[in-house]
C-alpha cells in the first residue's frame, strides 16, 4: 500500500524528464504507480532498466546524482521511488563502481553506506568531507538504535553488552560533537542523554547489589526504562 507522502514523492520523482529526456520511461513508471497501476507501472521500468545498464557508467552516475537527492530530501521518495529491481540491477551496481573509482568526493559512500547499511562506506564519506552531517547522523541513528535493543525490556531485563554500550555511547557523544546541523544536533543531544541516563542509572543500581530495579528507581527518582518517566513527583 501506499501512502499519501509515497504518492506525493513519486509525482516529484516523475518530473526528473524534464532534467533528462532519457528518463522518460523512469517517469512513466513513477505516474502509474502513483495512479496504483503497479502492473503498467512495472513494465515501464522494465524497459527503462533495460537501457539504462547499456549506458555509460557517466551517464548512469548522471542518473544517481538525480535520484538520491530527492531520497534524502523528499518524505518517502525511496519507497515507490525506489523498487527492488532498479535497487538491485542499476544503481547498487553503479555505485560500487563509482566508489571504486572516486577519489574527492564523498556523496557516492555515504548513499551506498546508507541504503546498502555499510559503516565502512559512512567512514569514508566523513573522510573525504569532515562536515557531512548526512552520513554522520546515519552513523549516530544506527549506533543509537544498538542501545535503544539493550535498554527497550528495561527495567526488566537488560539485554546487551554493557561494556559495549558504554563504549558505544561514547563513540557516538564524540558525533553528536562534531554535528553542524543545529536541528540534527539537539535532537541527537536529546537521545544521546536518555540513553546515558539509564545506562548510568543501571550501573549504580547493579552496584548497590538492590534486586529490584524498578524500585530502586522510584525510591531514588531515577528513570529505569524509555516508558518510565521520573519517579520524582510521584515518590511519596
Known amino acids: 500500500m501506499i501512502y499519501k ?21 523512469y517517469s512513466k513508471y513513477c505516474l502509474l504507480r502513483e495512479q496504483g497501476l503497479r502492473k503498467k507501472a512495472f513494465d515501464h521500468l522494465e524497459r527503462f532498466i533495460k537501457d539504462i545498464i547499456t549506458w555509460s557508467l557517466e551517464e548512469r ?9 530527492y531520497f ?13 529491481p532498479l535497487n538491485i540491477k542499476v544503481v547498487k551496481p553503479t ?3 563509482w566508489c ?26 566523513l573522510k573525504l568531507n569532515p562536515n557531512d552531517d548526512l552520513a554522520r547522523i546515519t552513523l549516530i541513528l544506527w549506533w543509537s538504535d544498538k542501545i535503544y535493543y539493550s535498554l527497550h ?22 558525533q553528536v560533537y562534531l554535528l553542524n546541523n543545529k536541528e540534527m544536533k539537539e535532537s541527537a543531544t536529546r537521545n544521546m542523554k536518555i540513553n546515558m541516563e539509564i545506562l548510568t ?9 538492590d534486586s529490584d530495579f524498578t524500585k530502586w528507581g522510584k525510591k531514588n527518582h531515577k528513570i529505569t526504562g524509555y516508558g518510565i518517566k521520573s519517579y520524582y513527583y510521584e515518590y511519596k
Open 5 to 25: 507522502s509515497q504518492n506525493e514523492s513519486l509525482l516529484i520523482l516523475s518530473k526528473l524528464s524534464d532534467k533528462n529526456p532519457k528518463l522518460d520511461e
Open 61 to 69: 552516475i548522471e542518473f544517481v546524482k538525480l535520484l538520491f537527492p
Open 72 to 84: 534524502e530530501d523528499v518524505k518517502d521518495a525511496d519507497y515507490g521511488g525506489f523498487p527492488q
Open 95 to 97: 555505485l560500487e563502481e
Open 100 to 125: 571504486s573509482l572516486e577519489k574527492t568526493n564523498g556523496n557516492p559512500f555515504r548513499w551506498y553506506g546508507k541504503y546498502y547499511r555499510s559503516e565502512e562506506h559512512l567512514n569514508k564519506a
Open 153 to 174: 525490556h528495561l527495567p526488566y531485563s537488560y539485554i546487551g553488552n554493557y561494556e559495549k554500550d558504554i563504549e558505544l555511547m561514547g563513540e557516538i557523544k564524540k
Open 201 to 209: 542509572n543501571y550501573q549504580n543500581w547493579i552496584k548497590t547489589g
